[in-house]
């Protein structure tokens, strides 16, 4: 699908993943809905892009009016959803015992709400849109999801159970999800993530940060945002990437 005029909505656009995603997208000139929490820092971003050319609004991915109201606004004043990426989520780091102490049930119910629940949120609303526009371009596409799972679905840690299990759910809805939605055109991919500079991994404790580091493959670096970025640009651009969970970490396999 071409971006250049079309719709992109981003979740979490405020920072990391979410906001280098915005960035690339607006170049190959797409208009933008981007979504997150933080007012502040969504609205930076819109200064620095070109503000004519997207709209931002404040809301919580688990919120289905507010969400669908920040859809209907951007389709009025721009059209056709063509693509919806969902970059928002939280990390946490809890054994499911420590020391005689079981996992906080209140902080694995918050990952699952946020990282799956709101995903899929973002998701049902996102293709109930697309599923009603015109089709484009050779193969008659209507739209494309595309959504941020981890290395940790496949990969999980110590300490990453809850994470682990939002992740591994998020990447298990790409399949069922494009075939749910084949008849109408519309696309589902997930990218599972590694390794990345962004202010998710400044969460995790230093010596589970060196542990890390040990498992990079080549290049011996932590990923770009901007590498996560140009993925998902070529995702949409590419009408047979489809009900897929792409891996994009350099190789790495995460130990214990």
């Not at 989520?89 to 005689?100: D, F, L, Q, T």
């Not at 990218?191 to 962004?198: C, R, Y």
Request: proline share 4%.
């Amino acid at each position: 699908m071409l971006i250049e005029g079309k719709l992109c909505a981003v979740t979490g656009a405020a920072s990391g993943l979410g906001r280098a995603t915005a960035k690339a997208l607006h170049d190959a000139g797409a208009n933008l809905l981007l979504l997150d929490l933080n007012k502040e820092r969504l609205q930076e971003l819109q200064a620095e892009l070109a503000p004519d050319t997207s709209v931002a609004a404040a809301v919580d991915i688990r919120d289905p009016e507010e969400l669908e109201q920040a859809f209907d606004d951007a389709i009025t004043r721009f059209g056709s959803l063509r693509a919806a990426v969902s970059c928002a989520g939280i990390a946490s780091s809890a054994k499911i015992v420590s020391r005689g102490d079981p996992h906080d049930f209140d902080l694995w119910r918050r990952v699952i709400d946020i990282n799956l629940n709101g995903t899929f949120n973002v998701m049902r609303l996102a293709a109930a849109r697309m599923v009603n526009n015109n089709p484009v371009g050779e193969a008659g596409e209507r739209g494309v999801i595309i959504n941020t799972a981890s290395v940790a679905a496949e990969d999980g840690q110590k300490g990453q159970a809850a994470y682990a299990a939002s992740k591994a759910g998020v990447a298990a809805l790409s399949l069922p999800v494009a075939r749910d939605l084949a008849e109408h055109g519309v696309r589902c991919v997930a990218v599972a993530p590694g390794l990345f500079g962004t202010e998710l991994f400044e969460q995790i404790p230093g010596k589970g940060i060196e542990a890390l580091k040990r498992a990079l493959l080549y290049p011996t670096r932590m990923g770009l945002p901007m590498e996560f970025a140009m993925l998902v640009r070529h995702i949409v651009e590419n009408p047979y990437l489809n009900g897929s969970l792409i891996r994009l970490d350099g190789g790495a396999r995460l130990p214990a």
